[in-house]
T-cell receptor
Framework: GDSVTQMEGPVTLSEEAFLTINCTYT??????LFWYVQYPGEGLQLLLK?????DKGSNKGFEATYRKETTSFHLEKGSVQVSDSAVYFC??????????????FGSGTRLLVRP | GAGVSQTPSNKVTEKGKYVELRCDPI?????LYWYRQSLGQGPEFLIY????????DSGLPNDRFFAVRPEGSVSTLKIQRTERGDSAVYLC??????????????FGPGTRLTVT
């Protein structure tokens, strides 16, 4: 079945450092890809999404490009802030194969940004 | 406007007991999802409602788990004969009628269930 694999954390960076969190997926169809973020004490929030190959999702300085050839959707940010400390989840949904649009999540990557 | 709300926020119960977890979706959202998040893991799909009916319950782990949405709004997840392995955060999400490829699921804060 479809699955998502994320790099294990925690990822610890200094403020203003460059961030990459790797995400690869396995899917037999043509999924939509998402990054969700969970800040301490809060619920999951959609950070960005991409619905087809070569699309780039972006929000709050974060970017991710849907790479079908490498089945990847890596999250990047050029300069992280302490307020970016959170758990980041990569997820997919395959609405062509699955009319429920349910999300399949990776295991999450915790990011800690130090001042 | 109001987001997805879940009650209770925390629930501690003894092994073998019955529990009910409630979800109030965003008004007007016809799609409702339940997920379960174990410690250190990503959320795992349990069940999907479109309106009042369970359109996909393939994620329910066994017949101790059941969910209803009788009026197409509030949903209740019911767990019978709870086991320690049921301890997790149970998340609810709602969405407008899914269509095309551009939609978003809005998540509630979750109910943390602890089975002792």
């Amino acid at each position: 079945g479809d699955s998502v694999t994320q790099m294990e954390g925690p990822v610890t960076l200094s403020e203003e450092a460059f961030l990459t969190i790797n995400c690869t997926y396995t899917a037999t169809g043509y999924p939509s890809l998402f990054w969700y973020v969970q800040y301490p004490g809060e619920g999951l929030q959609l950070l960005l999404k991409a619905t087809k190959a070569d699309d780039k999702g972006s929000n709050k300085g974060f970017e991710a490009t849907y790479r079908k050839e490498t089945t990847s959707f890596h999250l990047e940010k050029g300069s992280v802030q302490v307020s970016d400390s959170a758990v980041y989840f990569c997820a997919l949904s395959d609405p062509v194969r699955d009319s429920s649009y349910k999300l399949i999540f990776g295991s999450g990557t915790r990011l800690l940004v130090r001042p | 406007g109001a987001g997805v709300s879940q009650t209770p926020s925390n629930k501690v119960t003894e092994k073998g007991k019955y529990v009910e977890l409630r979800c109030d979706p965003i008004s007007g959202h016809t799609a409702l999802y339940w997920y379960r998040q174990s410690l250190g893991q990503g959320p795992e799909f349990l069940i999907y409602f479109q309106g009042t009916g369970a359109a996909d319950d393939s994620g329910l782990p066994n017949d101790r788990f059941f969910a209803v949405r009788p009026e197409g709004s509030v949903s209740t997840l019911k767990i019978q004969r709870t086991e320690r392995g049921d301890s997790a955060v149970y998340l609810c999400a709602s969405s407008p009628l899914p269509s095309g490829y551009s939609y978003e699921q809005y998540f509630g804060p979750g109910t943390r269930l602890t089975v002792t």
